[in-house]
């Protein structure tokens, strides 16, 4: 019987974050809107639902809050007439001023910054499905969770952001001096990169797996998007693929599904740049925060 319980409570968790993506289909079939889309709400749900990630689930508010403020903040910098460097630079700077004076780090509302930004985003459908679908989320979180916001936020320290910060910007003026802008910024490697940083050690069999599963991950999703048509059944299979991908490993990483989803939105549907797009960023930006992170450790640390 407890067997039984707990199957049916994993049951549940899994098809209310399926639910959620099915929703969201819905809703850009019904406005005849692909960028209503958004990977990360996927990532978000799994979080929550499935993996059930505390520092997510006590502060619901901050579900609504943070993505819905990035979203605003990436929409409107997308509109301004600079290069497209600059404008990924902008917002990820703002981005992590919102984290560091709100004291709470929601890694995911990177990506609803970033991506009007890289998909060149100008309906407002983009930031009502942002504020509907994180606001229902948080609603959802609370209701189920019963939580009251009393579990301490996730911090990072100024130093970190600033470290993290300059690995991108190095990142961006090589693409920006190579005319590389392809390969500028993928959102949820941006995220996973930060949740890295902030360890207080990096090594580097994690770096490898979590690398492995992103890049399996997008070239995963860019395949069925190839295949598969209908949006509805398309987020179906890339929810269902994943999981069952995640599985087969042991490991737990929300933002593959968000990296499987991406390429519904891209233009450049080739499953195998993809992947290879999504193996060098991640080579270049984790690889910088390794290689930062064991020079602050070996000869900083010490002495603060």
Same mark, same amino acid.
């Given at each position: ?6 199957? =049916?409570?994993? &049951? ?6 399926? !639910? ?5 289909? !819905?809703?850009?079939?019904?406005? *005849?809107?692909?960028?209503?889309? +958004? ?20 502060? /619901? ?5 943070? /993505? ?5 903040? @990436? ?18 700077? +703002? ?7 709100? %004291? ?17 985003? *100008? ?61 500028? =910024? ?21 770096? +490898? ?15 069925? !998007? ?28 929300? /933002? ?5 989803? +991406? ?7 080739? /499953?195998?740049?993809? @992947? ?6 991640? &080579? ?13 450790? %070996?000869?900083?640390?010490? *002495?603060?």
């Amino acid at each position: 019987m407890f067997f039984k319980n707990i199957n =049916a409570t994993i &049951s549940r968790d899994y098809f209310l974050a399926a !639910t959620m993506l099915l929703l969201m289909g !819905t809703f850009s079939i019904i406005t *005849h809107d692909i960028e209503i889309i +958004l990977p990360e709400l996927g990532a978000l749900c799994v979080g929550c639902f499935i993996y059930k990630k505390s520092s997510w689930i006590s502060n /619901p508010r901050a579900l609504f809050i943070l /993505p819905s403020v990035t979203a605003f903040l @990436g929409f409107g910098i997308n509109i301004l007439s600079i290069k497209l460097e600059f404008k990924i630079a902008l917002v990820l700077l +703002l981005i992590f001023l919102l984290f560091y004076f709100s %004291k709470n780090v929601l890694a995911p509302a990177i990506a609803t910054g970033l991506l009007p930004i890289i998909t060149n985003c *100008h309906s407002v459908y983009f930031l009502i499905s942002t504020v509907v679908f994180t606001l229902l989320l948080s609603i959802i979180v609370q209701i189920k969770y019963k939580t009251q916001d009393k579990i301490s936020n996730e911090m990072i320290s100024f130093r970190t952001f600033f470290a993290y910060f300059s690995i991108i910007v190095i990142w961006l003026s090589f693409c920006y001096y190579n005319n590389y802008t392809f390969m500028l =910024a993928i959102p949820p490697v941006i995220v996973v990169g930060l949740e890295m940083i902030s360890l207080a050690e990096i090594k580097l069999k994690p770096i +490898l797996i979590k690398t492995f599963l992103l890049v399996c991950s997008a070239i995963i999703g860019g395949f069925l !998007t190839l295949y598969i048509s209908n949006l509805l059944l398309l987020l179906l299979v890339d929810f269902v693929v994943i999981s069952f991908f995640l599985a087969v490993f042991k490991q737990k990483m929300a /933002p593959a599904y968000a990296i499987a989803m +991406l390429p519904i939105l891209l233009i450049n549907k080739n /499953p195998l740049s993809f @992947g290879l797009y999504v193996l060098i960023i991640c &080579s270049a930006i984790f690889g910088g925060a390794f290689i930062s992170k064991y020079i602050f450790n %070996k000869y900083f640390a010490k *002495h603060i």
